[in-house]
């Protein structure tokens, strides 16, 4: 009996969420009495399956193959529905990024299970696990029990804390590959990078984020704190109201329909801090707040905060850090 985890990679590297979701899967499986399983998939894995031994995998279930490289539904999940058959899992788990959150739909469907979609906690009740998620965009946090003997969930990046590594005692076996390219309907011809060059918002340990505090010259705004967030070497956030009003996409948006982030620092600029909007970001070790109004609720969590204008304080931060970094 296993929780069977599935580590996603990019370009043959594991996507460090992935980390925290077996980390998590091992207080989990103390309770249910399970072991946990990694699964990785792809042309080359033999560091990634020593990375999942070094974070807790008491097994890792590879499966490589030159096809394999990139991420393709059709391989993907015959391979994990045979390392769920293999491994008796009672809960197979994956990131909730779109690989992931297909992956964990079409296993769910072809084993007839249970699905938490872009879970935001799991634990065990009465020896079954449960899941949280927020429906109705947002407004309800709803507890997901499950009916089925496999529970499948996908789990918001940064929903845990990152783990260290340790020695490790896992073991690595390798899952035969039944398919071959000719098998494989769905052909990659070309891969284009969205963005070059930015810093990814959930993998960021620092995020300088701003909201409708730019309101008075939007454009300017975001300019400033996007310089800040450069001298920093920080990802680029934002509330809901600034993504909102079209001052800046929703790929940036951190919040409770936004991205959940955990980053060393964040810095709020010209954001209130409603509830909606900590519950993304809340987690972060040190916040720091930039707001003219000192009764902003912002305040409450930050560590640092400053009183001010933010057209004059941030420059005045962005100057300093390019002066002493
Ligand atoms: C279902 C639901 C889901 C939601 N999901 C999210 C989400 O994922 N993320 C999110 O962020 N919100 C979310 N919200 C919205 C949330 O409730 C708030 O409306 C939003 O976070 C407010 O954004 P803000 O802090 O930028 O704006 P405001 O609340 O308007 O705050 C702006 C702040 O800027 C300050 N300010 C103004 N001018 C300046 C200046 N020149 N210098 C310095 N400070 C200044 C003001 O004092 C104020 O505190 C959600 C709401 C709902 C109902």
Redesign the pocket.
């Known amino acids: 009996m296993a929780i069977l985890v599935w580590i996603e990679q990019n370009d043959g590297q594991a996507v460090s969420n992935c980390w925290e979701l077996l980390d998590k899967a091992k207080v989990l499986g103390q309770e249910l009495g399970a072991e946990v399983a990694a699964l990785l998939i792809g042309s080359d894995v033999d560091d990634s399956a020593q990375q999942a031994v070094a974070y807790g995998a008491d097994h890792v279930y590879a499966a490589a193959a030159p096809h394999l490289a990139h991420f393709r539904l059709q391989p993907y999940a015959a391979i994990a529905e045979q390392a769920v058959a293999r491994t008796d899992a009672v809960a197979f788990l994956t990131n909730a990024s779109i690989r992931g959150g297909v992956l964990a739909a079409t296993v769910a469907c072809r084993r007839n299970a249970g699905i938490a979609a872009n879970a935001s906690d799991l634990w065990v009740e009465d020896g079954r696990l449960v899941a949280a998620r ?1 429906i ?4 309800i946090q709803a507890r997901i029990q499950f009916e089925s003997s496999l529970a499948v969930a996908s789990v918001r990046p940064r929903s845990f804390p990152m783990p260290a590594p340790t020695d490790g005692s896992g073991s690595v076996d390798n899952l035969d590959v039944r398919t071959q390219e000719d098998d494989i309907r769905q052909k990659i011809s070309d891969f284009r990078a969205a963005d070059a060059g930015e810093v990814s918002l959930t993998d960021a340990h620092i995020i300088v ?8 010259d939007p454009q300017k ?1 975001f300019e400033l704190v996007g310089e800040l967030a450069s001298a920093l070497g920080a990802a680029l956030g ?7 009003a079209g001052y800046i996409p929703y790929k940036h ?7 959940t982030v955990r980053p060393d620092l964040y810095i ?10 900590l ?2 970001m809340g987690n972060s070790k040190i916040i720091v707040a ?4 000192a009764d ?3 305040f409450q969590r930050a560590k640092y905060g400053i009183v ?7 420059p005045a931060l962005t100057a300093e850090f390019r002066k002493r970094l």
């Open positions: 927020t109705y965009s947002g407004n984020s701003g909201g409708r505090g730019v309101a008075e705004g934002a509330s809901r109201a600034a993504v909102d948006q951190v919040g409770q329909t936004g991205k709020a600029c010209g954001i209130s801090g409603a509830i909606q909007h519950a993304g930039i707001n003219k109004d902003a609720p912002i001010d204008d933010l057209f004059s304080a941030v």
